[in-house]
Nanobody
Framework: QVQLVESGGGLVQPGGSLTLSCAAAGNIFLAYAMGWYRQAPGNQRELVATIARNGWTNYANFVKGRFTISRDNAKNTVNLQMNSLKPEDTAVYYC?????????????WGQGTQVTVSS
């Protein structure tokens, strides 16, 4: 069993910053790509940023220059530093990870953490 636990969401004013954290725990042999997605009400879930095990990153155009993704392979954690937040960044943010356990490889999701950008 693998669990992804997110933390760090909340309410922030426009222009402010938040850091989201996600820790993968359980029967983990190796964590491959990890990333963050978001879903606003009425919208489909969309990619925010991903990071490969070797550190290669990929960002959605709407967060380039504002968000930074990072990971700690030893701890199986991934963080998302969000700066210059805008009201349109309001959404539930989900952690995602491609994980190899001792028996199988699968795609795992966290429960989501709410980020609200509002004055």
């Amino acid at each position: 069993q693998v669990q992804l636990v997110e933390s760090g969401g909340g309410l922030v004013q426009p222009g402010g910053s938040l850091t989201l954290s996600c820790a993968a725990a359980g029967n983990i042999f190796l964590a491959y790509a990890m990333g963050w997605y978001r879903q606003a009400p009425g919208n489909q879930r969309e990619l925010v940023a991903t990071i490969a095990r070797n550190g290669w990153t990929n960002y959605a155009n709407f967060v380039k220059g504002r968000f930074t993704i990072s990971r700690d392979n030893a701890k199986n954690t991934v963080n998302l530093q969000m700066n210059s937040l805008k009201p349109e960044d309001t959404a539930v943010y989900y952690c995602n990870a491609d994980i190899q356990t001792w028996t199988l490889r699968g795609d795992y999701w966290g429960q989501g953490t709410q980020v609200t950008v509002s004055s």
